[in-house]
């Protein structure tokens, strides 16, 4: 139980154009999730906290109308990165939290975005 | 404020070998701590993680980790090292709050050579 995908696994468009990736609790329920973008060799950091049915959370020095992050049911939230450009290059990893759960998150695979 | 801190970025080990890789953390309020393996090009996979009780936690694959308080530690260990268990390991940490992200250390490459 408890499985998050991520939608693409992999994705590559021209510098300019703009990218959705989903992210999808399978078989629970989840009030909140989470974005991370993960740079090579480097360490998961949070942009944002997703809560369902309201605005994201962002994170200090992302900005929130170049990651667009829509959580509009307890499945489901996606993330759109809006005229993307080679240095949003990166991993971006989602995770999920059960409702009312404190303890446990689960990542989807993540996505491989490269932008040329 | 909690923060995670790693010690070492590249671990090296023999097959067989014993596996230590090493976590320390700050946390203001009785947190709960994980660790999580990454394969490449993969997303994270839960190994263990303490939030209350007994403080020698046993996850998957063979690796436990304990919980030190008195040294704010959280260190993973595996008695056998396995060709199998290279990859990134990250530590993190989390207040006790519903809806609240996890905090990553920089990770630890571990290696595996026969």
């Known amino acids: 139980g408890a499985v998050v995908s991520q939608h693409p696994s992999w994705v590559i468009c021209k510098s300019g154009t703009s990218v959705k990736i989903e992210c999808r609790s399978l078989?629970?329920?989840?009030?909140?999730m989470f974005w991370y973008r993960q740079f090579p060799k480097q360490s998961l950091m949070l942009m944002a906290t997703?809560?369902?049915?309201?605005?994201?959370?962002?994170e200090q020095g992302v900005e929130k109308d170049k990651f667009l992050i829509n959580h509009a049911s307890l499945t489901l939230s996606t993330l759109t990165v809006t005229s993307a450009h080679p240095e949003d290059s990166s991993f971006y990893i989602c995770?999920?939290?059960?409702?009312?759960?404190?303890?446990?998150?689960?990542f989807g695979p993540g996505t491989r975005l490269t932008v040329l | 404020a909690q923060s995670v801190t790693q010690l070492g970025s590249h671990v090296s080990v023999s097959e067989g070998a014993l596996v230590l890789l090493r976590c320390n953390y700050s946390?203001?309020?009785?947190?709960?701590l994980f660790w999580y393996v990454q394969y490449p090009n993969q997303g994270l996979q839960l190994l263990l993680k303490?939030?209350?009780?007994?403080?020698l936690v046993k996850g998957i694959n063979g690796f436990e980790a304990e919980f030190k308080k008195s040294e704010t530690s959280f260190h993973l260990t595996k008695p056998s090292a396995h060709m199998s268990d290279a990859a990134e390991y990250f530590c993190?940490?989390?207040?006790?709050?519903?809806?609240?992200?996890?905090?990553f250390g920089k990770g630890t490459t571990l290696s595996v050579s026969s």
């Open positions: 995770s999920a939290s059960l409702t009312g759960a404190t303890d446990t998150q689960y």
């Open positions: 078989d629970f329920q989840a009030t909140t």
């Open positions: 997703s809560n369902e049915g309201s605005k994201a959370t962002y």
């Open positions: 946390s203001s309020v009785p947190p709960y």
């Open positions: 303490y939030t209350t009780g007994a403080t």
């Open positions: 993190a940490v989390s207040p006790n709050q519903a809806g609240t992200a996890l905090i």
